[in-house]
């Protein structure tokens, strides 16, 4: 399998979470080229290996640049109306360039597709194809219609479709980490998100084809990967056929009919101890004792959970439809601590400004950071989205003033507990996963260790996929600096 890489654009489009991501050069001739620029989150990053596939069964290879493309898909991101706005910037710039090259064929895909088919085809008539997140592998059949000049369209949102027999091309991937999908959509219904709509209902993906992708890619030299859905907690798979009997020691219970997502992480981490294994996202209504008690049993589960809060108080959390409360999620936090240390890492996500939010209910989230001192934090401004029951039901009657000021005392908190929570790794030796040159110094490398943390040392003669344990005697709020020790302090 030829594999290449997504390489990140450029600065400016590091906003938030809107990060975008174009595929590289494929060596190969007398093959159709496929451009692919992805935006937003891992799941549409994701969405792209499987898009590669899809269409590199159709002979279609992939190219870094839309000068050389015969079809240019763009994945999107509805999640915040910066991201649909970027988008629409780009199609006009490829509009321009189709008016040179009239048969370049140029399709939406995801979550924007979804929510925006009908204006994208026939209102403003800027692309050829719009395909939502269940309408994949009917990628080769709508590019052939669009080949003919007819618009093509599949916006199906599916109740069973996972893309598990698909091997993903590893567009996204640097060799060593790689994303698996175990379950598409969200039935959470949060107020302010579009991600049900665009999305579809939650289904979750066969646990014994996740545990062999996972497997092949060990094989292929990967060394770690992320479990993927938008709430990994809820994942449960169900056998039609009884109790589950697989054909080696993967689970302990073969008297069992369903796979939850403690028993998944299980058996993914049973695939090798020298596999890394993380996971995102995590509900706080639905991360249990078991996916922590099993995270502490195995070494090469990663101690480090996203678990997004979106805000700190509770009658917000009520009008977000988070069904929790400020101390479900606080003892939620405690619970993480009290089993796995308070050496394990947490993340999380903020809104500030949602509707009808005051100063005080401001306040409060400020004091949940503080109680937290979260690792990492993605922090935004609300933004409405239309046809979200936020959008239907509530003003958004926050100015954008107040929304950016009160952005800045959340990034400004963050900024604060990045640093000390960074400060709390000097002295200490990380296992560190090296993922390959420094950004500053080809004479460096960098990993991560279990807390997600980037760690930069000096490159020695140790290369990229190998494990080594690192002294760290520097940091800064965004990364831990040391040297490689060969022997580990007991």
């Known amino acids: 399998m030829i594999t290449s890489t997504l390489k990140i654009l450029s600065e400016t489009d590091k906003e938030a979470c809107e990060i975008v991501k174009v595929s590289e050069e494929e060596l190969t001739v007398d093959k159709k080229r496929l451009f692919i620029e992805s935006y937003g989150c891992q799941m549409n990053f994701s969405d792209s290996e499987i898009v590669a596939a899809v269409m590199r069964n159709a002979d279609f290879a992939t190219t870094s640049s839309e000068d050389g493309a015969d079809v240019i898909f763009l994945n999107t991101c509805a999640i915040r109306d910066n991201a649909e706005q970027k988008v629409r910037n780009r199609l006009q710039q490829l509009n321009n360039l189709k008016k040179k090259r009239p048969g370049l064929v140029i399709g939406v895909l995801g979550c924007m597709a979804e929510r925006l088919k009908t204006k994208l085809l026939e209102e403003e008539k800027m692309v050829d194809i719009v395909a939502g997140p269940d309408a994949y592998r009917d990628l080769p059949r709508l590019v052939e219609e669009a080949e003919t000049g007819q618009k093509a369209v599949n916006v199906f949102l599916s109740r069973e479709e996972t893309y598990a027999d698909i091997s993903?091309?590893?567009?996204?991937?640097?060799?060593?980490?790689?994303?698996?999908?175990?379950?598409?959509?969200?039935?959470?219904?949060?107020?302010?998100?579009?991600?049900?709509?665009?999305?579809g209902r939650e289904r979750s993906r066969d646990p014994f084809s996740i545990v062999e992708e996972a497997r092949q890619l060990f094989a292929e030299g990967y060394r770690e990967v992320t479990l993927l859905g938008q709430n990994v907690d809820s994942y449960k798979w169900k056998s039609e056929k009884g109790k589950i009997k697989p054909q080696d020691e993967i689970v302990e219970n073969e008297n069992v009919t369903t796979v939850n997502f403690a028993q998944l992480l299980e058996m993914v981490a049973l695939v090798s101890p020298d596999l890394r294994v993380r996971f995102s996202t995590s509900h706080p209504k639905d991360i249990t004792d078991d996916v922590l008690w099993t995270m502490k049993k195995y070494e090469n589960i990663c101690k480090y959970i996203h678990l997004p809060a979106q805000s700190g108080n509770s009658r917000v959390l009520k009008l977000m439809n988070r069904?929790?409360?400020?101390?479900?999620?606080?003892?939620?936090?405690?619970?993480?601590?009290?089993?796995?240390?308070?050496?394990?890492?947490?993340?999380?996500?903020?809104?500030?400004?949602?509707?009808?939010?005051?100063?005080?209910?401001?306040?409060?989230?400020?004091?949940?950071?503080?109680?937290?001192?979260?690792?990492?934090?993605?922090?935004?401004?609300?933004?409405?989205?239309?046809?979200?029951?936020?959008?239907?039901?509530?003003?958004?009657?926050?100015?954008?003033?107040?929304?950016?000021?009160?952005?800045?005392?959340?990034?400004?908190?963050?900024?604060?507990?990045?640093?000390?929570?960074?400060?709390?790794?000097?002295?200490?030796?990380?296992?560190?996963?090296?993922?390959?040159?420094?950004?500053?110094?080809?004479?460096?490398?960098?990993?991560?260790?279990?807390?997600?943390?980037?760690?930069?040392?000096?490159?020695?003669?140790?290369?990229?996929?190998?494990?080594?344990?690192?002294?760290?005697?520097?940091?800064?709020?965004?990364?831990?600096?040391?040297?490689?020790?060969e022997e580990v302090p007991a």
Not at 176 to 181: G, N, R
């Open 323 to 485: 069904t929790y409360d400020r101390e479900w999620y606080v003892q939620k936090i405690d619970r993480i601590r009290e089993i796995l240390g308070e050496e394990c890492g947490i993340s999380t996500d903020m809104i500030t400004g949602f509707c009808t939010e005051t100063e005080e209910e401001h306040q409060d989230t400020l004091t949940l950071m503080e109680y937290v001192k979260y690792d990492y934090a993605y922090m935004f401004a609300y933004s409405e989205r239309p046809g979200t029951p936020a959008a239907k039901k509530y003003k958004d009657d926050i100015p954008e003033d107040i929304k950016k000021r009160r952005l800045q005392e959340v990034i400004a908190v963050q900024l604060k507990h990045s640093a000390e929570r960074n400060q709390l790794a000097l002295g200490k030796v990380h296992k560190v996963l090296v993922e390959g040159p420094s950004k500053r110094s080809d004479a460096d490398l960098c990993g991560r260790n279990d807390q997600n943390k980037v760690v930069v040392f000096p490159r020695e003669h140790y290369k990229k996929g190998d494990y080594v344990h690192v002294l760290v005697t520097e940091c800064s709020s965004a990364t831990l600096i040391g040297k490689v020790v």
């Open 168 to 199: 993903p091309i590893r567009l996204n991937s640097n060799g060593i980490t790689a994303y698996i999908s175990i379950m598409r959509g969200c039935d959470n219904m949060c107020s302010f998100c579009v991600v049900p709509y665009t999305r």
